[in-house]
Structures are given as structure tokens and as C-alpha cells.
């Protein structure tokens, strides 16, 4: 099956400061979503992103498709930021089933 | 988007007992999907809810430990039965109003078995 991979695992940074997190897949996709899973398990959307560049606020997300990963910045971090950030892509190969597979997350502790 | 209400938040069970989780949709969607999130790792698929029929389990799941039911396209319900501490998780429903678009995952379950 598909692997998704997302670095780095863990992340620890000052408030104030900008972070890029990484995910990898093996295969073609057609669907790619970045989550923010917060302290109660709750999962917040953050971007569906099978292709191309998205800003929201702070957040922007980047989506190379051909070349098989996404890139999630985070620019001005503040301590709410902190949580789990997870990769999940629906891999392309025409019988989709509509399921998505996560990578292991990174988890990001912003400092005050 | 979709609003997703799933039932009940969290619980603490003991073992041997089964617990039955809710998920309602606030509209019509094509796919509904349970997840299982255990402590500390990331989601990983149980089955498909399938609307009027058997749902599609993935590998290393039974209908026998994981009942599902999903009457109509804005309803369905997971029952983890016979539990034992191992079932201490995170359960949540996810749904896509059609095939390949963006997913939306309800609140979750956090389930503690003692």
C-alpha cells in the first residue's frame, strides 16, 4: 500500500518562530489533507491539498504533486499551534475507495 | 463542510461490556469511515460504513469485535464489543459527501477500558 512519511516526528519551538513540516508519499494521489489534532483528539482541517499552494492566515500548504510531497509552513507560531499535525492522502489508482491513509504525525510544542 | 455529532464524547467501560458510538451527519454524504486512533499513534482505518449494507472491514478488523450499521446517509454507529483495556482508544467517523473530496471527522470517542 501507499506509505506516507512526515517529518520531523517532534518539533519544539520558541513563540514567534516559522516551522516547515514535510510529507512524503509513494504513490499518485487524489486527495491530500493536513490536520491539526488538538489536545482533546478532536481533528481540525487545515487544507485539502491534492495539488498546488493554499494560504490561510498564518498557515500555507504546498502540494507537489509529481514529485510526491506536501509541505505544511507555519509562520509566527504561537502556542496555540501546539498539537499534532498529521499528512492524509487518498492514493489515485481508479478504484479509490475514498478512505485516507495518515502518516505518524508531527508534534509540535510551541514555548511560550 | 459538514457537521459531524458523534456520541458519546468519551467513556470508561469495563471489560467485558460493548459500547456503542454515534455518528450523525447534518446532511446526505456518499462515504462515512470509522477510525481507531490508540494512545500515542497515528488513525488507522477499521471499515467502511456502507448505507444498506455490510460494512467493509479492513485488515485486522472483524465484524464480530466491530459491529457497524449505517441505516441511511446521514447515520451510523460503531460498537466495539467484548472490550478489553487493548481497546483503550480514540474512535472517530469521517465522512466525505462524495467519492474523493475532502474529509471531515467528528469529535471523536475517547474510550478507556478498565
Known amino acids: 500500500g501507499i506509505q506516507v512519511e512526515q517529518s520531523p516526528p517532534d518539533l519544539i519551538l520558541q513563540e514567534g518562530a516559522n516551522s516547515t513540516l514535510r510529507c512524503n508519499f509513494s504513490?499518485?494521489?487524489?486527495?491530500l489533507q493536513w490536520f491539526h489534532q488538538n489536545p482533546w483528539g478532536q481533528l481540525i482541517n487545515l487544507f485539502y491539498?491534492?495539488?498546488g499552494t493554499k494560504q490561510n492566515g498564518r498557515l500555507s500548504a504546498t502540494t507537489v504533486a509529481t514529485e510526491r510531497y506536501s509541505l505544511l509552513y507555519i509562520s509566527s507560531s504561537q502556542t496555540t499551534d501546539s498539537g499534532v499535525y498529521f499528512c492524509?492522502?487518498?492514493?489515485?489508482?481508479?478504484?479509490?475507495?475514498?478512505?485516507?491513509?495518515f502518516g505518524k504525525g508531527t508534534k509540535l510544542s510551541v514555548k511560550p | 463542510s459538514a457537521v459531524i455529532s458523534q456520541k458519546p464524547s468519551r467513556d470508561i467501560c469495563q471489560r467485558g461490556t460493548s459500547l456503542t458510538i454515534q455518528c450523525q451527519v447534518d446532511?446526505?454524504?456518499?462515504?462515512m469511515f470509522w477510525y481507531r486512533q490508540q494512545p500515542g499513534q497515528s488513525l488507522t482505518l477499521i471499515a467502511t460504513?456502507?448505507?444498506?449494507?455490510?460494512?467493509?472491514?479492513e485488515s485486522g478488523f472483524v465484524i464480530d469485535k466491530f459491529p457497524i450499521s449505517r441505516p441511511n446517509l446521514t447515520f451510523s454507529t460503531l460498537t466495539v464489543s467484548n472490550m478489553s483495556p487493548e481497546d483503550s482508544s480514540i474512535y472517530l467517523c469521517?465522512?466525505?459527501?462524495?467519492?474523493?473530496?475532502?474529509?471531515?471527522f467528528g469529535q471523536g470517542t475517547r474510550l478507556t477500558v478498565v
Open positions: 492524509a492522502v487518498e492514493r489515485d489508482y481508479g478504484g479509490s475507495q475514498g478512505n485516507l491513509i
Open positions: 446532511s446526505q454524504v456518499t462515504m
Open positions: 469521517s465522512v466525505e459527501r462524495l467519492l474523493d473530496t475532502e474529509a471531515f
Open positions: 491539498i491534492p495539488s
Open positions: 504513490d499518485s494521489v487524489n486527495n
Open positions: 460504513a456502507n448505507q444498506g449494507s455490510e460494512a467493509t472491514y
